[in-house]
């Protein structure tokens, strides 16, 4: 069934006054990259949209991009016209949704809008009498536009809400119980650590690591939190890691002032805080043994349908903060040859093993999925260009080195190529996807088993 706002618009646009949408149009046509500049100029000043358009390529594109539509806004006529005109505003409704724009942002953009459309009709030459008709006309379509526009927003967000509450119910299951012993390990290797630092005579005390950077802090601020958007126990956990970065700035203060009362004290909060930790990830683990893993069959990875999900938000998260992650695109070389060769049996062991290779290589803060066929894609988070290629070069290594074995007890050599592209700042996702992409491809063509970086230039 057709939607009424769709029908609507096309019978605004098929039916309206010629003569009338002619001179309209010969007013803000001119006008329109004026208009769109000191749109932006606007909406970069507000705290709802600046963050989506803080970015001088998304700025400079954009600027074009409403320009167009402002001079697209009447120029549809024909039925293939309008057709084509609608097709469109579906299309930016589910840009707004993949960059994750807030609603609050698109009506303040909408209104902002109209306002300099009306002014510039208001100040040109057109005659009184017809001022009021225009005003009315333009006002309708743009409001049928974004009702469009809008409609397709909320389908796709309401998606990634469904999307949401199924990565939260089928990310973790048994695992879990696994994922937690290992935190709990990172947790406990860094407090030994920097308990050993303490009465360690050459300590240097800038080589001494923060625990946000530890597997423990990065699974909390980046997985847990997103695997438990609303948990007490994740919100509690937070808390008590800056509590200990916070405590293990005060014990740095100190120690170089030599062993004292303080000291002894920050340590003593430290221990506690630990303490606090350990129990709250058993709370986690105790909300989630019960469940069952609903990720790729054979690999157990997260699949494609939960890439929207994480990576706008890891978009949001490097956004707000300034910190860094990266995309990488893994590719089985010659995994064709494997199955004709050696069967899909063989190739299923294969990307299983390559699987397993990939979650053990990376942190637990990371995120891993089989991307399609025989790619994997790879979330590093706190990373930048150099970190990010020291790790691919690892994993490459790694895959170069391991022997893989078939389901027929036959040993292979497997090899892999890398695109890395790290984010910019682009609020879209599809944006860095895309340059990984564009990276691997490189790699591919320029002899396999290497890794490549997106460039910019």
Not at 174 to 186: F, G, I, P, V
Not at 374 to 387: G, H, P, S, T
Request: net charge negative; aromatic share 8%.
């Amino acid at each position: 069934m057709k939607e009424k706002d769709t029908e609507w618009l096309r019978q605004l646009l098929s039916q309206a006054d010629r003569n009338l949408v002619h001179e309209i149009h010969s007013i803000i046509s001119p006008k329109a990259l004026h208009i769109a500049r000191k749109f932006y100029q606007q909406m970069i000043k507000h705290p709802k949209s600046s963050p989506f358009l803080d970015n001088k390529e998304v700025e400079s594109k954009l600027q074009q991009s409403m320009a167009h539509w402002i001079s697209s806004l009447l120029t549809a006529e024909t039925k293939d016209e309008i057709d084509e005109f609608i097709r469109h505003q579906i299309h930016i409704g589910d840009r707004h949704a993949r960059i994750n724009v807030p609603l609050v942002a698109i009506n303040i953009g909408t209104s902002v809008l109209k306002g300099h459309l009306f002014k510039a009709v208001l100040n040109s030459d057109m005659q009184q009498d017809r001022l009021v008709d225009a005003i009315i006309l333009l006002n309708e379509i743009i409001d049928l536009t974004m009702s469009v526009m809008n409609r397709t927003y909320f389908t796709d967000m309401m998606t990634d809400a469904r999307d949401q509450q199924a990565l939260k119910l089928q990310s973790l299951g048994m695992d879990m119980a696994l994922q937690t012993e290992s935190l709990r390990s990172s947790l406990f290797d860094w407090h030994r650590q920097i308990l050993g630092m303490w009465f360690d005579p050459g300590l240097d005390l800038i080589n001494i690591p923060s625990i946000l950077r530890t597997d423990f802090g990065l699974w909390v601020f980046h997985k847990g939190e997103l695997l438990f958007p609303d948990s007490e126990e994740i919100v509690k956990l937070k808390e008590t890691v800056l509590q200990i970065d916070a405590k293990f700035g005060d014990a740095l203060a100190q120690r170089k002032k030599g062993w004292n009362d303080a000291l002894r004290d920050a340590l003593d909060h430290i221990d506690d805080h630990i303490t606090c930790a350990t129990s709250l990830l058993g709370a986690l683990k105790e909300q989630t043994l019960a469940l069952e893993g609903g990720r790729d069959p054979l690999t157990k990875l997260f699949n494609r349908r939960f890439l929207r999900t994480i990576l706008q938000r890891e978009i949001l998260t490097s956004n707000s903060t300034g910190e860094r992650f990266a995309v990488i695109l893994a590719d089985i070389d010659h995994f064709k040859t494997i199955n004709d060769t050696h069967g899909h049996d063989a190739g299923d062991a294969i990307l299983s093993q390559f699987a397993e290779l990939l979650v053990n290589c990376v942190r637990a803060g990371d995120f891993v999925f089989r991307y399609g066929g025989e790619e994997f894609l790879i979330i590093l988070n706190a990373v930048d260009e150099r970190k990010a290629i020291m790790v691919s070069e690892k994993i490459r290594n790694e895959i170069e080195q391991n022997p893989f074995i078939t389901s027929d007890a036959v040993t292979l050599s497997v090899t892999a190529s890398f695109g890395i592209a790290v984010h910019d700042g682009h609020p879209d996702y599809n944006n860095l996807v895309s340059q990984s992409d564009t990276a691997l491809y490189r790699a591919k063509t320029e002899g396999r088993n290497r890794i490549e970086t997106y460039s910019r230039t």
